[in-house]
């Protein structure tokens, strides 16, 4: 059965996979490049979840700044361990393809990683909260 686009927790599934796949992917001929790419990913979706789950559309577009800027217009406070996963904004294309563009560390990776996993379980914390009991 397909998942439904307009359900956040889909969104939080890609995400979670995506971030799996950044996690777990190190290996011969696997370059570190495509697993930050993995790791965008999975902040991007995760973003896009919080979107969905306070109904506001989002643009189509990998920038992470732009999407919590939508999320923080929804009065969400935003925090700074947040924000600086527009970091990750630069691996959604730049280090997709064959470019001059520097090989990517190992430090720089598992930092990547860790911002995208902060991304994804504090999204997930957002779309699984229940209403308050007035």
């Known amino acids: 059965m397909p ?11 890609r995400a979670y996979s995506n971030l799996r796949l950044a ?3 190190k290996g011969k001929g696997v370059m570190l490049e495509d697993l930050c ?9 995760a973003l896009k979840a919080v979107c969905l789950y306070k109904e506001q559309d989002f643009p189509k577009t990998h ?5 919590i800027d939508v999320i923080a217009a929804t009065g969400i406070k935003v ?5 600086i996963a527009d970091a990750l ?18 430090e ?27």
């Not at 904004?89 to 190992?106: D, F, G, H, K, N």
């Open 3 to 13: 998942a439904d686009p307009s359900d956040p927790r889909a969104w939080i599934q």
């Open 23 to 25: 996690e777990k992917g």
């Open 37 to 45: 790419f993995n790791a965008q990913q999975a902040a991007e979706k």
């Open 63 to 67: 920038s992470i700044t732009r999407l």
């Open 79 to 83: 925090p700074e361990q947040i924000k």
């Open 89 to 106: 904004t630069q691996y959604a294309v730049q280090t997709r393809y064959p470019s001059p563009v520097e090989e990517i560390e190992l």
């Open 108 to 134: 720089e990776y598992k930092e990547s990683l860790a911002i995208a996993a902060r991304v994804v379980f504090w999204a997930e914390a957002i779309i699984e909260q229940k209403p308050n009991k007035k």
